[in-house]
């Protein structure tokens, strides 16, 4: 009797010294997943995720880089999140929340941002959260996730080049078209596998030709296409001559990396390239405003979401991963790294950003008067914004391929586009 007695109580002893391993076990994981520039980027938010991870005993955190800069990370998404294999939480570009957000992919957090007493939606940019908290379904409350950071486009320079081709640096804002075009030139004509200007294939790169022109690519109420018009013209004109002259590395093809071999002027990209231009260009170089076309200064402000999976098993979880990722201290530390510029819409957070990287010289004012003159990219919750991209992009194409001419592209393009849009 004595002996069951006993070896009860070392049976008892034994599961009490093993609990602290049967709570581990029971932590939550969520995964998580950004879609970087480059590895820069990648050890930037990794770095974040293990800060986060450190401080947070409940939930074990598994960072996961997208692969893809174009938008195939975004239907790689929605394939996994329709298998029930995508992260539990995911950043999303802006223009894709109405996607998601209609088909029902990611969950409308309102009612679980409204029972925590820490939140405030006013502490981040307005123009990102009015598209966050626009309803779907009538009547609703809808918040659809959290801006991860904002920012905007600059003119990437090799000094060096500047220097060579005998031409000003565009050191700040207030150069136009003219004196950026004629730069263009210069250092075109030094030579060799140098050129002028080089810009990536997506939307934003050829929608500041047209915005600086003073053309828009929807109507003032996101509901129509609003590319019908001269200042179009002037705009994809503009452009279009930089490839006509070969001034500009051939449209289609990358330029971020021919400006970090040296072999290119000016490159426009937006903060997230900074890390990589920091680690990997071997020649002086620094970044400028965009130049100010016929219709003024004009930039986009660029920004994405963290959005909760609709089908995440820890939803309350998520979200505080969400808010734990754009909280102050943890904006405040990436943007120290410098691949954005804080969600958070206060002088301190500006301040913080201005004093980033300080060894660099980087011009970080640049992208804050951007960002201050930027479009909000917008998400279509009255249209189909891949498909009118896809049509937007394929006649682009065709007018700096000089198969059509941008008065072609004005005339017919928002005929059709226009089955695209809500009616």
């Not at 709570?23 to 480059?38: F, G, I, Y």
């Not at 078209?177 to 030139?185: K, M, N, P, T």
């Not at 001034?247 to 970090?260: I, K, R, S, Y």
């Not at 170089?285 to 200064?297: I, K, R, S, T, Y």
Request: proline share 5%.
């Amino acid at each position: 009797m004595k002996r069951t007695f006993l070896i009860a109580v070392v049976f008892t002893l034994a599961l009490m010294s093993l609990a602290p391993l049967v709570v581990a076990q029971d932590d939550v994981t969520l995964r998580w997943r950004t879609r970087p520039d480059n590895q820069a980027e990648i050890d930037v938010y990794t770095a974040a995720s293990q800060s986060i991870d450190a401080a947070w005993d409940e939930v074990n955190l598994v960072y996961e880089p997208g692969g893809s800069e174009t938008a195939s990370y975004q239907d790689v998404l929605v394939t996994e999140i329709e298998a029930g294999t995508a992260p539990d939480v995911f950043w999303i570009p802006g223009t894709d929340v109405a996607r998601f957000a209609k088909a029902g992919l990611i969950l409308n957090l309102a009612d679980i941002a409204a029972a925590d007493p820490e939140f405030d939606a006013g502490a981040f940019y307005a123009g990102p959260m009015g598209f966050l908290q626009t309803a779907v379904a009538e009547g609703e409350d809808a918040l659809w996730g959290l801006p991860r950071d904002v920012s905007a486009f600059a003119i990437y320079y090799n000094a060096d080049l500047f220097d060579e081709a005998g031409v000003p640096q565009p050191g700040t804002a207030g150069w136009t078209w003219d004196e950026f075009f004629a730069a263009a030139e210069e250092i075109s004509a030094l030579g060799g596998e140098i050129k002028g200007f080089a810009m990536n294939s997506w939307w934003a790169n050829w929608g500041y030709w047209v915005n600086s022109a003073g053309s828009s690519f929807f109507n003032e109420d996101y509901t129509s296409c609003g590319l019908e018009n001269a200042n179009t013209v002037t705009g994809l004109e503009a452009a279009q001559s930089l490839f006509q002259n070969e001034w500009a590395v051939p449209w289609g093809n990358d330029g971020e990396g021919p400006f970090l071999a040296g072999s290119v002027g000016m490159f426009i990209n937006g903060r997230w390239a900074t890390p990589g231009v920091i680690a990997n260009a071997n020649f002086n170089w620094n970044v400028a405003p965009l130049p100010e076309g016929p219709g003024g200064p004009s930039n986009w402000l660029f920004w994405g979401a963290y959005a909760v999976n609709a089908k995440t098993a820890h939803p309350e979880e998520a979200w505080e991963l969400v808010t734990r990722l754009t909280s102050a201290d943890v904006q405040g530390s990436i943007a120290a790294l410098g691949a954005n510029i804080p969600s958070r819409q206060t002088d301190e957070a500006i301040e913080l950003f201005l004093n980033t990287l300080p060894d660099s010289g980087v011009n970080n004012q640049a992208f804050v008067d951007g960002a201050a003159v930027g479009v909000t990219e917008a998400p279509l919750f009255s249209g189909d914004w891949p498909a009118i991209d896809q049509v937007y992009g394929t006649e682009i194409n065709r007018v700096f391929n000089g198969e059509i001419t941008a008065q072609e592209f004005a005339d017919n393009i928002c005929g059709m586009v226009a089955q695209y849009f809500d009616e």
